[in-house]
């Protein structure tokens, strides 16, 4: 493997696709630039990344790389800053806003560290973008650290006065044709729902669990929820026991997880 200083170079590469803005951050030359990415991809025998048009794309060996480089400078800076005698980094988590409102508080009150909160999860610790996630698990986990942390039922949200707040519990038949506020698509819980749900309707879509409770409380529809949202005045939660819960993950990376990332995710599990 190369130098780590030409690690830094494709790191900063690989974060902006842009040889121009790279090597003006770097201070090189852009042939020079150009030779070092260049002669890394020949040491590894694949093309890190390809142009498609104007625009520049990370192969999966490039993607991995980066993963790579990320991963090494957070050791190198690490043990600098113990050799001085400095205080840790900042420790970066990533989770989604529901997590982080309605799961995560006790363990955030706990940890004594610095902390820096971003919205994420897996791939975000999967990038290096983050020391530690929580989240949903993705498909391909093959390069992170998962342990379980809860399973979370899924809820029907409806006025007092609906004709569906009579039953207790809920099928998933009688959710047909519903005017249901759910997330954009592509998100995870809008492909549940598409994939579990009889037809509905989409009433509105809303990012986070805030925004969804705002819009039913407009009355702009109803709407399938995580249990641990709290239920607004005038509703009712019916649970849905065919619906399948949501099992939050908590993720470190596999190659390198910083020690402080592990007393966090102690005090997650253990909250």
């Excluded at 919205?119 to 093959?142: K, M, Q, W, Y």
């Excluded at 759910?182 to 669990?209: H, I, K, N, T």
């Excluded at 399938?224 to 026991?241: I, M, Y």
Aim: hydrophobic content about 40%; aromatic content about 8%.
């Amino acid at each position: 493997m190369n130098s780590l200083e030409t690690l830094r170079s494709f790191r900063i590469f690989a974060e902006t696709l842009n040889f121009t803005h790279a090597a003006e951050e770097l201070h090189l030359s852009q042939p020079a630039l150009h030779t070092k990415i260049r002669e890394l991809a020949r040491s590894l025998g694949q093309p890190l990344y390809l142009k498609q048009g104007r625009q520049l794309h990370l192969t999966e060996a490039g993607q991995k790389l980066l993963v790579f480089a990320r991963e090494m400078e957070a050791r190198v800076q690490d043990f600098q800053r113990q050799l001085r005698g400095e205080s840790e980094q900042p420790l970066r988590l990533a989770s989604g806003q529901g997590a982080y409102r309605y799961l995560l508080g006790p363990a955030l009150k706990a940890y004594r560290g610095q902390l820096e909160l971003r919205l994420g999860g897996a791939e975000s610790v999967r990038s290096g973008l983050a020391h530690l996630g929580v989240g949903v698990a993705p498909a391909d986990i093959s390069e992170l650290e998962v342990q379980p942390f809860r399973e979370v039922g899924q809820v029907l949200l409806i006025p007092k006065q609906h004709p569906l707040a009579r039953k207790r519990r809920l099928r998933l038949r009688d959710c047909r044709d519903l005017q249901l506020v759910v997330p954009p698509p592509g998100r995870p819980q809008r492909l549940r729902l598409e994939e579990c749900l009889p037809p509905f309707q989409v009433a509105a879509e809303a990012e986070g669990w805030e925004l969804t409770l705002y819009f039913v409380v407009l009355g702009l529809g109803v709407a399938v929820v995580n249990s641990f949202c709290p239920v607004p005045k005038g509703f009712v939660a019916r649970e849905l026991d065919e619906l399948p819960a949501v099992s939050y993950q908590v993720f470190l990376p596999k190659a390198y997880a910083r020690p402080q990332a592990r007393q966090l995710a102690r005090l997650i599990l253990n909250s």
